[in-house]
């Protein structure tokens, strides 16, 4: 067995060990919406699309390379394959053929399974909470030779969104699904509450004040209207502690050295679950549990006035409300206005990785694709057509990207916030192994507090000791510690 696929099995199992013993044993009461419009999901989902990619040219000097994606749906039937029909158009030297592999978990365990076979793709998209484990691996050839080699331009990139991405002082990957959280309100029903549509709460404070007038109760005092919702999500609470100033883990979060511990458990950690458990006992939050479409849900048939979600969703937000009522975004709130100037939120998505076992002709292809959709017009017809962010900032320029965003204003908070966040070690995310196991232990916690189960205080310690745990055991099995 290599090294590569014994790391890569270990890591499983201790994905698997942690995981198992983190499930949530508090019971939360969780919220139904009443009705359900049509949902529009995230754009990751786990339906094969249509392909419909051209066909593979006949000359056998044509160095033919797979892309592993995990994009569903329209993204995945139809721009992912675009995108690769415009690069086989553009030249003659590669060709790419898109595949779909399910959910990011999916192609990672069909990504250990090729190694023993050794029909890797020469370039994959993975989730953002992947590029530790990514690094680890060996398995990547870091797009930062190709760089330095080509002597790439990436001054025109957005430099947060690349700092993710970037490990040991390394461009690892590079971005491709990009968005932030944000804050999304129905104006109307801020006009009719009294509020300003206008000027959307922004604090902590702020947010829970909102919610005390946007909540609406029947005759027998039972909430119809809950002023906010949020879905319990550790992403989310990863963008609370970033706005707040907080690191994840230590040695600023994994970046300045090897992470070793859990710090999440700080004061602004407590202090983002005392304020969600505030409006909770006060009646103002609406519980829809871990899954977010439901949450969108409530919003789309005005059971809740405000709630928190990626800022990708905002098209599929406006397609399904279609004029019923005025939808506002704004910036993901702040424990206080000080700290808009200190801090930001830290991207998500995913990013594409070039395959070390694949070939050096095979791994020159992938980079030329990696350079092809990282162009000007390819970043915008992406834009338009997933709601994530362009990673380069020309992109913005292209008409295609400038109809789109008149079409839709309310992404240019989803822009400003971006541009707004300093680019330091905490908007920069944790970068530690055991992301999908610190995720949902911090989901067990928060459902913890919510259930009356433990304090906000004694969640965190609990969560924060788990992590750590899976955090000692993962750099062990990486052979990162002696």
């Not at 529009?40 to 051209?54: D, S, W």
């Not at 002082?169 to 309100?185: D, E, H, R, V």
């Not at 990785?353 to 162009?375: G, Y």
Request: include cysteine; glycine fraction near 6%; hydrophobic fraction near 40%.
């Amino acid at each position: 067995m290599s090294k590569k696929l014994f790391h890569f099995m270990g890591v499983l199992i201790i994905f698997a060990m942690i995981l198992s013993a983190c499930q949530p044993k508090a019971e939360v009461p969780v919220e139904e919406p009443v009705v359900e419009p049509p949902v529009v999901e995230e754009p990751v989902v786990e339906e094969e699309p249509m392909p419909t990619l051209a066909p593979p040219p006949e000359e056998e000097e044509v160095v033919m390379i797979d892309f592993w994606h995990s994009m569903g749906g329209d993204l995945g039937g139809i721009a992912i394959p675009q995108m690769a029909n415009d690069f086989n158009a553009s030249q003659s030297k590669c060709y790419v053929e898109p595949i779909f592999q399910g959910s990011y978990d999916d192609a990672l365990n069909k990504l250990r399974a090729s190694l023993q076979t050794q029909d890797v793709p020469a370039v994959m998209q993975l989730y953002d909470i992947g590029t530790r484990l990514m690094v680890d691996l060996q398995m990547i050839t870091p797009v930062q030779e190709f760089i330095d080699k080509d002597n790439y331009d990436v001054s025109d990139l957005e430099p947060n969104v690349l700092a993710y991405y970037t490990a040991d002082g390394k461009q690892a990957s590079m971005p491709f699904n990009t968005s932030t959280p944000m804050l999304y309100y129905n104006k109307d029903m801020f006009a009719a509450a009294g509020l300003d549509p206008e000027s959307p709460p922004r604090t902590f404070e702020e947010v829970w004040e909102a919610a005390r007038v946007l909540t609406q109760y029947d005759d027998s005092g039972n909430v119809v209207v809950s002023g906010i919702s949020m879905s319990i999500y550790g992403w989310f609470f990863e963008q609370y502690l970033a706005v707040s100033g907080g690191y994840y883990a230590n040695n600023a979060n994994g970046r300045d050295a090897l992470a070793t511990e859990a710090t999440f458990n700080s004061p602004e950690g407590v202090a983002i679950l005392e304020w969600w458990k505030g409006m909770w006992d006060e009646g103002l939050m609406g519980n829809y549990g871990r899954v977010n479409a439901d949450v969108r849900t409530a919003f789309y048939a005005e059971q809740t006035a405000m709630f928190v979600d990626s800022t990708a969703v905002l098209r599929g937000a406006m397609d399904t409300v279609e004029g019923k009522f005025d939808i506002g975004t704004a910036y993901l709130p702040r424990p206080n206005e000080a700290a808009f100037d200190t801090s930001g939120t830290i991207i998500g998505g995913g990013s594409l990785w070039i395959i070390s076992d694949s070939s050096p002709e095979e791994q020159a292809c992938a980079w030329e694709f990696i350079k092809f959709q990282a162009s000007p017009e390819q970043q915008a017809y992406w834009h338009t057509m997933s709601g994530y962010f362009p990673i380069r900032e020309t992109a913005y320029d292209v008409p295609l990207a400038q109809e789109w965003r008149e079409q839709y204003p309310q992404f240019k908070t989803a822009v400003d916030q971006l541009h707004i966040a300093p680019n330091n070690r905490v908007t920069q995310g944790g970068l530690i192994g055991v992301f999908p196991t610190a995720r949902q232990t911090i989901e067990g916690a928060i459902e913890e507090v919510l259930a009356d189960v433990a304090t906000p205080q004694e969640a965190l310690d609990k969560a924060a000791q788990i992590v750590t745990d899976a955090i000692e055991e993962y750099n062990i099995s990486m052979g990162l510690v002696d």
